[in-house]
Each structure stands twice: as C-alpha cells, then as structure tokens.
C-alpha cells in the first residue's frame, strides 16, 4: 500500500560537547559564552537537529550522510549553509516545509532572551515566514551532561508537504 498522504513529519535529535576556545552558535547567532560547541562544523546544535527532522521526513537520511564529518568542504561550515542546501535538497524531492517545533536543552546560556531572533534569521534562510519556526528552551534541572554545563542538546520535529 503507498503513502498518499502529501504531509510527512521527520524527528530530529543533536548534541555536542561545550569546551573553551570555540564560539558558541545556536540558531544560526552567535552567543556570548565562555565555552562552545565542539564540532566539524560551527556544531550548531539546533539547526543540527533541525535538518536531520526535515531530511526524515522526506526519507532523505540525515546531516551526516549529506554533509559527512570527514569531509574538508564542511570542516567549520556555517550552519546556515547546512540548513538552505538541507531545503534545497527536499525541493528536489518535491517537498517544502510547513513548521518546526525545537527544543533547546542547556543550562547556560538563557536561550529565551535570543529565540525571536534565532527564528528571524533561520526564517531567511528558508525562506518562511518566523511564526513557522516554533523554538522552545529548557534546562535539565542541573540533571545529566546538560546539568554539568558539559554539552548542549537539540530535539526538533519538522512537517513538510508535496508541493
């Protein structure tokens, strides 16, 4: 039996290390922070999670495979880039977006306060309008790698249709 259905939704989940002498890059801005996210690229955690939700839910398998760690051209990649060539490659499946819904996990910096702009400018990248891309934040209540301010993790769900 086929999917006739033209909405799919795609779940996305990223992590990574925070260490001294990176900048820390969190919905494609730039956040004051003593430490950074370690990774092959800037390692922004939310647009991370992100791609991963919307190449799922076009069965286009993940970030890693598309932009592989191993590879010199994404070696500190801006994220942004990772996010409009992600859109780019669900438009060629005859897909494009329809929201995200992200949860950001950390217990510093305070994500609240730069949420309206992280959706203003992932927006641009798409090519949306902001009020389609749902960002929330958490804390872990001092619990686990996130209490211990060792890394900050990312969960994201995404809904795209058949153009």
Not at 113 to 126: D, G, R, S, Y
């Amino acid at each position: 039996m086929a999917i006739t259905s033209s909405l799919r939704v795609g779940m996305g989940y990223d992590v990574h290390q925070l260490v001294k002498g990176r900048e820390l890059w969190i919905g494609g801005i730039r956040l004051e922070h003593e430490l950074g996210l370690l990774g092959h690229s800037d390692a922004d955690v939310l647009i991370h999670a992100i791609c991963d939700a919307i190449l799922g839910a076009a069965n286009m398998r993940d970030i890693g495979y598309h932009f592989p760690d191993t590879s010199a051209e994404t070696e500190g990649m801006d994220s942004k880039i990772i996010l409009k060539k992600t859109i780019e490659l669900i438009a060629s499946k005859g897909y494009q977006l329809v929201n995200i819904d992200a949860t950001i996990c950390a217990e510093r910096p305070k994500m609240n306060p730069h949420i309206p702009q992280m959706q203003q400018t992932m927006a641009e990248v798409i090519g949306c309008d902001a009020d389609a891309i749902s960002i929330k934040a958490t804390t872990t209540e001092k619990l686990g790698f996130t209490g211990r301010q060792e890394g900050i993790s990312a969960y994201a769900v995404a809904l795209i249709e058949r153009i």
